[in-house]
């Protein structure tokens, strides 16, 4: 029977790496660019404060031209401390 530490470890591990993927964030993208943006990207990653957002080519240029007022929108509604910066993929 597994301690209650290595229980633990793996449910902080799985949380870890959830935060990692982005996955808490991808709501709070998705409202914060709105229904249409949303179809046309997906939050891919969030490491080092670093959002990585996957877009179709599209839609990157348009995206990057937002780049600061998205975040300030993002950082508004998780916190200035938690993303520094979001980059763009095609």
């Known amino acids: 029977m597994k301690s209650l530490r290595d229980s633990l470890g793996v449910v902080l591990g799985k949380v870890a790496a959830d935060l990692r993927s982005g996955a808490p964030l991808t709501p709070i993208w998705n409202e914060v660019v709105g ?5 046309h990207s997906k939050v891919r990653s969030l490491e080092r404060g670093v959002l990585t957002v996957t ?9 990057e031209a937002e780049r600061a007022t998205l975040l300030t929108r993002l950082r508004t509604r998780v916190g200035e401390s938690q993303i ?5 993929e095609s």
């Not at 877009?55 to 995206?63: D, F, N």
């Not at 520094?84 to 763009?88: A, D, I, L, N, Q």
């Open 55 to 63: 877009c179709e080519p599209a839609w990157r240029a348009a995206l």
């Open 35 to 39: 229904e249409l943006i949303a179809r």
């Open 84 to 88: 520094s910066s979001v980059v763009f």
